[in-house]
């Protein structure tokens, strides 16, 4: 059984930065698919980034694409947030499957998920 831990998450200031990571225990293959994914208040979830392991590939959403960057090691993922906006103010959390992702924005693909860490940005 994988299981997913969140942490990194805070208050911040526009224009700040974060790193959130996701400490991975138990059994998680060489091609395994991980994802950060965000919920808005009364919103479904949404893709913020993703990483395919099996030959380490990574997919941003446009609201991420050149502020964030996501990656793994060591058993952990990690998603560090540059020039964030208030927009970003969510719950993310971190998401894992066993196998590549066809459609790495899917949340329904993922397996295992953390329980989240909260990122506020004030303007």
């Known amino acids: 059984q994988v299981q997913l831990a969140e942490s990194g998450g805070g208050s911040v200031q526009a224009g700040g930065s974060l790193r959130l990571s996701c400490a991975i225990s138990g059994y998680i293959g060489r091609r395994n698919s991980m994802g950060w994914f965000r919920r808005f208040p009364g919103k479904e979830r949404e893709g913020v980034a993703g990483?395919?392991?099996?030959?380490?590939r990574t997919y941003y959403a446009g609201s991420g694409k050149g502020r964030f960057t996501i990656w793994q090691a060591n058993n952990m993922l990690y998603l560090q947030m540059n020039s964030l906006k208030p927009d970003d103010t969510a719950m993310y959390y971190c998401?894992?499957?066993?196998?590549?992702?066809?459609?790495?924005?899917?949340?329904?693909?993922?397996?295992?998920w953390g329980q989240g860490t909260q990122v506020t940005v004030s303007s």
């Open positions: 990483i395919y392991a099996g030959d380490g």
């Open positions: 998401a894992a499957s066993q196998s590549f992702l066809g459609n790495w924005q899917r949340a329904e693909s993922y397996t295992y």
